[in-house]
Nanobody
């Protein structure tokens, strides 16, 4: 069992930056691919970014490419999402998730952290 806890959300103005963290407990993250998702009010949860277990494979949704950076520190069992040049449309609850390497389903989810970008 893996427990994921996000932090770092908050209120920021357009163009600002935030760094989200996702700390894992229960098991090492070394064997898991990690991802960030977000859910805006009234919308479905959508994929934002993914990093594979070694950090060698990184993927982003087109809307955040060049602005967001996902990274991980396996020694600290923590995954990060650096968000720069934030826009109002980035406003959402951000969730981190873990999946077994090679799996199609995301097995573990955090409780989410709110990010609000004011115009």
């Amino acid at each position: 069992q893996v427990q994921l806890t996000e932090s770092g959300g908050g209120l920021v103005q357009t163009g600002g930056s935030l760094r989200l963290s996702c700390a894992a407990s229960g098991r090492t993250l070394r064997t898991y691919d990690m991802g960030w998702f977000r859910q805006a009010p009234g919308k479905e949860r959508v994929f934002v970014a993914k990093i594979n277990w070694s950090g060698g494979g990184i993927y982003y949704v087109d809307s955040v490419k060049g602005r967001f950076t996902i990274s991980r520190d396996n020694a600290k069992s923590t995954v990060y999402l650096q968000m720069n040049s934030l826009k109002p449309e980035d406003t959402a609850v951000y969730y981190c998730a873990a999946q077994f390497t090679g799996a199609t389903m995301w097995t573990y989810w955090g409780q989410g952290t709110q990010v609000t970008v004011s115009s």
